[in-house]
Structure formats: structure tokens, C-alpha cells
């Protein structure tokens, strides 16, 4: 994996909107974004009603994303190029559950929605109509999704990359400062994960830092590239972030996204946790 | 400042402003409202804590602990920064002018 097989420029993408076997598809967790305006010819994903299974919480299985995919007419042949607000997250994440059902050809739009609407360019508010087809997934590639008992048995051994901001990982805040402080679970991070939030990945206009900056900043954090490595936050979409970052733009062999995160960690009984800024690789 | 009465961004319901520090405002252009500007909260040591998108009417909102924070907004028609202090629970107000 490398930056050009994983990521594609707003100029490359303006001038691909029409491009055959390529479908653009907006994921976010409100999708008004997508209905007040999206980039020409995408179609759109929910995170929340589409992606995740409306009872139990996992993914939908591999029949209902392939009944999505064919829904929206996704072609087993068709490259996808996923967009959203938020910095990427939840398009990130899509790239990430894309993969994991087995869909190569998927690339991410640097700097998703804001770069494009800060770069003023054009959006749509048309719905396109896109022929059914018949997606065939393949089985989930848990190479890249981590499970509790393994993020339990990681501490101490794998790299555990903890990406929320400095007052989530201390236990100061349970979610991010743009959200209400409902949640009714413990506050503070895994034992031995290093904390490098998301952001430090990502320029001010949402795109990705250059994979220099990148290899820097982990290198700085602490991170052991001889050790397999295991990402998470507090929904799995953040860290999805930090998982392309590492797995797809800086080629990191072992990275697994934990998409129970701490929603998941923080309520489990009997787990060690640990409060406070934690450790940091320079030296403190 | 205007002689406007002072609008108060809508809270979610349940939120309790005897426990939670809320930062609220404005993001304004030459004194004209500023929807859909990127608005990122960053913290007392410049590092990026959250991002939301201002409203129609420029306003964007924050669940932030106490501390110093610095607000800014990214929009087309340019970019500005203000500084708060949130000294404990309560509603903080602040206004970002953004210019090219």
C-alpha cells in the first residue's frame, strides 16, 4: 500500500467525477450534509442506519453489505471513492469496513468535504440513479479488526495507539468536546497505549500530513514499528483515521482497528485502566 | 458590540449547565453571520481538541472542560481565531470574525 493506491487529490477527483467504474459515495453520520449538497454523481452512505447492524452492535454481515452495495449499485469492479465531514472520520472508517469485506479498489478523498468546500468547489444537491447490481463480499479480513480479549492481551506487548484527544485519554472527558457527556461508563485509557491523537495526522484543511510528517510523529510518540500494532477511540471511527495512516499511507504490516474502542473498554468489568496523560515517547 | 439582544445557541435537551462547561458563539464576516465556516476547538497548548460546522446563522457550540481555548474557523471568506477562558460550568460566549 502506498499514498497513490490509497488516497486521491479534490483536482484529481474534479476531474474523475465522470470517470467509468468509478463511484464517489459521501459517508457520514448525518447525512444532511449529503442532502444539502455533495460532490456531483456520489451517492450517499449512513454510517449509523447502514453500516452497523440496527440490533446487535456489530457490522452489518456479509449478505446485508453485499444487499447495500448492490442497493446502491456498487459493482464488485467498480473503484470507490469515499468522502465525508468530520475530517474524514467516517469515510475513513468506510474504507476500513470496505476492506475488511474484501473490496480492494477503494481509495480515500484527501481532505474529504471540508478541503472541497473550503476550495469552493462544485456540489450538487442530485440524487443519482444508479442501476442495481449484484455485489459479491467476501469474508471479513479480522487481519485488520481487533477484538476485546486480543486489545486485553495487547497491553504491554503490541503498540496500543489510543487516538482521542489529551482529556479523553486522561479520563477528563468520555467524548469528543463537540459532543454532549452522556455516557454512563469509566473514563481513562488502555494500560501502556500511547496517545497520538487523530489530528496529528491531518493539516487544518483535513488532508493527510505528507507520510515524512507522518513516520516523524509516530516515531516521536513511541510507536515500535517491529511490533504489531492496534488502534482505537471511542467509536472505532477516529482510529479508523489513524489506521489508514499507518496501514495504508506509511505500509505498517501488522495495524488492526478496534472499532469497540472505548465505548466497549470503558464498560467492560474487571479490565485494567488507567487514568492520567499516561506515558509519551519523549522521554517522560 | 451590538445592541442586538444577546441569541442563545439551542442546548440539547438534559444538558445541565450546574455540571458542564459550554462554549457557544458566533462566527461573524464584516458583522455578518458566517454558516458552514469549520470551527475547531483548540486547547492551551494550540493542539486541535474538535471541529463543528457553524449553523446557517454562524453558530457553532462546544461541551469543553476548564481551561484556556482557542476557537478557530476556516471559511471561504477567510480564517480568524479569539481566545476563552472557561473558568468552570457554565455557558462561555465568544464571537470569531473571520477575513481573508
Given at each position: 500500500m502506498?499514498?497513490?493506491?490509497?488516497?486521491?487529490?479534490?483536482?484529481?477527483?474534479?476531474?474523475?467525477?465522470?470517470?467509468p467504474n468509478t463511484v464517489?459515495?459521501?459517508?457520514?453520520?448525518?447525512?444532511?450534509?449529503?442532502?444539502?449538497?455533495?460532490?456531483?454523481?456520489?451517492v450517499k452512505l449512513d454510517w449509523k442506519t447502514e453500516l452497523q447492524d440496527q440490533v446487535r452492535r456489530d457490522f452489518v454481515d456479509k449478505a446485508g453489505f453485499e444487499k447495500l452495495l448492490s442497493a446502491k449499485g456498487i459493482?464488485?469492479?467498480?473503484?470507490?471513492?469515499?468522502?465525508?465531514?468530520?475530517?474524514?472520520?467516517?469515510?475513513?472508517?468506510?474504507?476500513?469496513?470496505?476492506?475488511?469485506?474484501?473490496?480492494?479498489?477503494?481509495?480515500?478523498?484527501?481532505?474529504?468535504?471540508?478541503?472541497?468546500?473550503?476550495?469552493?468547489?462544485?456540489?450538487?444537491?442530485e440524487v443519482p440513479q444508479r442501476s442495481q447490481t449484484s455485489y459479491t463480499a467476501k469474508?471479513?479480513?479480522?487481519?485488520?479488526?481487533?477484538?476485546?480479549d486480543e486489545v486485553v492481551n495487547a497491553i504491554g506487548t503490541k503498540n496500543l495507539v489510543d487516538v482521542r484527544s489529551p482529556d479523553e485519554f486522561s479520563g477528563k472527558l468520555l467524548a469528543p468536546a463537540h459532543l454532549p457527556q452522556e455516557q454512563a461508563q469509566r473514563g481513562g485509557h488502555i494500560p501502556s497505549a500511547l496517545n497520538v491523537p487523530?489530528?496529528?495526522?491531518?493539516?487544518e484543511d483535513g488532508t493527510f500530513k505528507s507520510d515524512d510528517e507522518l513516520r516523524k510523529l509516530y516515531s516521536e510518540q513511541g510507536l515500535d514499528s517491529s511490533r504489531s500494532t492496534i488502534a482505537y477511540c471511542r467509536i472505532g471511527e477516529r482510529s479508523s483515521h489513524t489506521w489508514f495512516a499507518l496501514h495504508e499511507l506509511l505500509g505498517e504490516s501488522d495495524v488492526k482497528n478496534y472499532d469497540g474502542s472505548w465505548t466497549e473498554y470503558g464498560s467492560l468489568i474487571g479490565?485494567?485502566?488507567?487514568t492520567g496523560p499516561g506515558q509519551s515517547g519523549s522521554g517522560s | 458590540m451590538c445592541g442586538a439582544?444577546?441569541?442563545?445557541?439551542?442546548?440539547?435537551?438534559?444538558?445541565?449547565?450546574?455540571?458542564?462547561?459550554?462554549?457557544?458563539?458566533?462566527?461573524?464576516?464584516?458583522?455578518?453571520?458566517?454558516?458552514?465556516?469549520?470551527?475547531?476547538?483548540?486547547?492551551?497548548?494550540?493542539?486541535?481538541?474538535?471541529?463543528v460546522v457553524s449553523s446557517a446563522s454562524g453558530d457553532y457550540r462546544f461541551f469543553a472542560a476548564p481551561g484556556t481555548w482557542t476557537v478557530r474557523a476556516l471559511s471561504r471568506a477567510g480564517n480568524g481565531q479569539t481566545e476563552v477562558t472557561?473558568?468552570?460550568?457554565?455557558?462561555?460566549?465568544?464571537?470569531?470574525?473571520?477575513a481573508a
Open positions: 502506498s499514498r497513490q493506491d490509497a488516497l486521491v487529490s479534490a483536482d484529481w477527483a474534479e476531474e474523475n467525477l465522470d470517470a464517489f459515495v459521501e459517508v457520514d453520520e448525518d447525512t444532511t450534509a449529503y442532502d444539502g449538497g455533495h460532490i456531483p454523481g456520489a459493482g464488485n469492479d467498480d473503484t470507490v471513492i469515499l468522502y465525508g465531514g468530520n475530517n474524514n472520520w467516517f469515510a475513513a472508517y468506510a474504507y476500513w469496513y470496505f476492506k475488511l469485506y474484501g473490496h480492494q479498489a477503494v481509495k480515500l478523498l484527501d481532505g474529504g468535504r471540508k478541503k472541497w468546500e473550503l476550495d469552493g468547489r462544485k456540489l450538487d444537491t469474508e471479513q479480513d479480522t487481519s485488520i479488526r481487533a477484538f476485546r487523530w489530528s496529528k495526522a491531518a493539516n479490565v485494567p485502566i488507567e | 439582544p444577546e441569541q442563545t445557541a439551542e442546548l440539547p435537551a438534559g444538558t445541565d449547565l450546574s455540571k458542564e462547561s459550554v462554549l457557544v458563539g458566533k462566527v461573524t464576516n464584516g458583522g455578518s453571520p458566517v454558516g458552514g465556516a469549520y470551527v475547531r476547538l483548540l486547547d492551551g497548548t494550540g493542539e486541535f481538541t474538535a471541529e472557561v473558568g468552570g460550568p457554565g455557558l462561555f460566549t465568544t464571537e470569531v470574525s473571520v
